[in-house]
């Protein structure tokens, strides 16, 4: 996990990790598997649409050109929190303690990626990293639970 000492802003980022039936190509397919019979004019939000919302994921699925392995699955899940996750050091800040936090993270991390995998052994996972200092559209991409009817994992990585 990445800890973050110094200035802080309200800006939030989360990574996602998604299980789709098969590896999408095109983004009808990515509709399908995301929204079911909604048109890609459906409104998602005001400014946003499941046709933009979908080509964004198709966009970002071509640019990862392969699906996620284990290793950036398990990095996915240690940029922030995590389903069981240890708790932070409280009170002793020595390096010691970090040192012995951070090991626990990745060890928390690695093993949720396994379980992920292995649930989801027949389908084709991705990763994506969405967050709402890059604008309006990628605050809905963050924030609206748009991979709903697919295994996710999502991951808070302010």
Known sequence: MKIRLGFVSNSSSSSFIVS??????????????????????????????IGSITKQ???????????ANKKEITEAISCGWYPGIPDVPKGDYSQKKWDAFNKESDKGADKLARKFIIENKDRTIYTFDYGDDDGK?????????IFLRLPHLQISCH
């Open 137 to 145: 559209f990628f605050e809905v991409m963050e924030h609206s639970d």
């Open 20 to 49: 789709f039936h098969t590896s999408p190509e095109s983004v009808e397919e990515v509709r399908k598997q995301m929204f079911g019979d909604k048109s890609a004019k459906d409104i998602w939000t005001d400014e946003v649409t």
């Open 57 to 67: 994921v198709f966009k970002d699925i071509q640019q990862a050109g392969k699906p």
